[in-house]
């Protein structure tokens, strides 16, 4: 089993644990709020992101693109990790949403030349 799937394991397991502990609706009709919907259905929401949306970066285990080091205007370590995934989703995709807070790295990924 690779890192990916034993960190996805671990996660699956102690979602379960907690879902497991709450008291939870048994059906849609006892569902009042958004923990309650959560309570029911959030193990099976994060089983299902798992599977089916695979981050195109990873900070923890990918490193930023060694361009980004020739930015006139170094980046900070995060900055570097935001625009890599920005450029990295460019090559799999004509259009992205990209909703940061300030200084996140938005603008770098769109005016590489600092």
Do not use: C, W
Not at 7 to 29: F, G, Y
Not at 77 to 101: S, Y
Not at 104 to 109: L, Q, V
């Amino acid at each position: 089993m690779n890192a990916l799937a034993e960190e996805k394991s671990v996660l699956e397991e102690r979602v379960d644990a907690e879902v497991a502990t709450n008291d939870k609706p048994i059906s849609l009709a006892e569902i009042g709020s958004i923990g309650d919907y959560l309570s029911l259905f959030g193990a099976d929401l994060i089983r299902r992101l798992n599977e089916e949306y695979v981050p195109v970066h990873h900070p923890g285990k990918d490193e930023p693109l060694e361009v980004l080091n020739q930015i006139k205007r170094p980046l900070f370590n995060a900055q570097a990790h935001v625009v890599t995934a920005l450029i990295k989703g460019f090559k799999r995709h004509r259009n992205l949403f990209v909703i940061g807070e300030p200084g996140t790295g938005k603008t770098s990924g769109f005016n590489p030349r600092g």
